[in-house]
């Protein structure tokens, strides 16, 4: 089965309010992420509100960013070998150390990424790395793993990993945020021109709940 359609809305409410709406995403990727506390911003009782508010408004269009990622890491493969995944933004606890992750154990197959730990421009960078561990069918950064990557840089245009196994682990490299939390609180600098929108005409209000 080829995993080439869009993430599955992970939404379980109906409601039209941007708090509830943030609150019950985020427990819907906690449910997805390797343990639920992965996912730990739903106990924050400082930073959850506003966290919450923006995403209500604003995780269908970061997730659609993260989905041509997606797209663009199954383009570089034919269309029986594609594994099928989905894809969502989380923010992830900064205890677990990790940017992104990939849960093999759910089908589909799920691709966590913070995107706030990262640059807008770097997203596919770290897309392409947990795409490879779906793609080798198995965790770790193994040879598997490894000619996997290779054949997603070189499909993708980023220069392949050196020969060095060393080095497999956090390639592609970027540069991380120094507050990953701000891109979640509306306060990313480019985060709007890398999924097209211009600021909403509530966000300002959202920003200051």
Not at 14 to 28: E, K, M
Not at 121 to 134: F, G, I, M, P, T
Request: proline fraction near 8%; charge should be negative.
């Amino acid at each position: 089965m080829a995993g080439n359609g869009l993430a599955r809305d992970v939404h379980v409410t109906t409601s039209t309010d941007p708090f509830t709406r943030g609150l019950d995403y985020l427990y819907g990727v906690r449910s997805l992420a390797l343990v639920p506390d992965m996912v730990d911003v739903v106990h924050d009782m400082e930073q959850r509100r506003p966290i919450c508010v923006w995403v209500g408004h604003h995780i269908e269009a970061v997730n659609s960013a993260l989905n041509e990622c997606l797209l663009a890491c199954h383009a570089c493969f034919h269309p029986w070998e594609q594994p099928a995944i989905q894809i969502f933004a989380a923010p992830l606890a900064q205890s677990f150390g990790l940017d992104g992750l990939c849960n093999l154990k759910t089908k589909p197959m799920t691709i966590l990424i913070d995107v706030g730990r990262l640059a807008p421009k770097d997203w596919l960078l770290l897309v392409s790395h947990e795409y490879a561990h779906a793609h080798a069918g198995s965790p770790g950064h193994h040879d598997a793993f490894a000619r996997s990557l290779t054949h997603l840089c070189l499909g993708l245009g980023i220069v392949p990993p050196p020969d060095q196994a060393a080095n497999l682990p956090s390639y592609p490299d970027y540069r991380s945020t120094k507050d990953p939390l701000a891109f979640w609180r509306g306060k990313g600098d480019d985060w709007r021109l890398r999924v097209g929108l211009t600021q909403t005409p509530d966000e300002s209000h959202a920003d200051a709940i």
